[in-house]
Nanobody, 122 residues
Framework: QVQLVESGGGLVQAGGSLRLSCAAS????????MAWFRQAPGKEREFVAS????????DYAESMKGRFTIARDNTENTISLQMNNLKPEDTAVYYC???????????????WGQGTQVTVSS
């Protein structure tokens, strides 16, 4: 079974930055897409960004472009999410996920981590 573990969440002031990490284990991810989603209380799980493991091709939700950056480390099977200029609306639990081929729909993903809380204060 694939294991995904998120880390790096915490409390930050508006305008600040955080870097989230997702460590993957259990199999090779060379043919997979890795993605970040987020979910705030009372809201649906929302696509943030994804990266194709082999090619490095990236996809971002429109509201994240210019503020968030996704990256991969092939040696350590890790993906990161660099979040800059954070807003209170970014407060949510952030989840790492994996699937074969790319998608923005959380229903298409079969592997999930437990999530890491990000809180952005005013």
């Amino acid at each position: 079974q694939v294991q995904l573990v998120e880390s790096g969440g915490g409390l930050v002031q508006a305008g600040g930055s955080l870097r989230l990490s997702c460590a993957a284990s259990g199999r090779s991810f060379s043919a997979y897409t890795m993605a970040w989603f987020r979910q705030a209380p009372g809201k649906e799980r929302e696509f943030v960004a994804s990266i194709r493991w082999s090619s490095g091709n990236m996809d971002y939700a429109e509201s994240m472009k210019g503020r968030f950056t996704i990256a991969r480390d092939n040696t350590e099977n890790t993906i990161s999410l660099q979040m800059n200029n954070l807003k209170p609306e970014d407060t949510a639990v952030y989840y790492c996920a994996a699937r074969l081929f790319g998608s923005r729909n959380p229903k298409d993903y079969g592997y999930w981590g437990q999530g890491t809380q990000v809180t952005v204060s005013s």
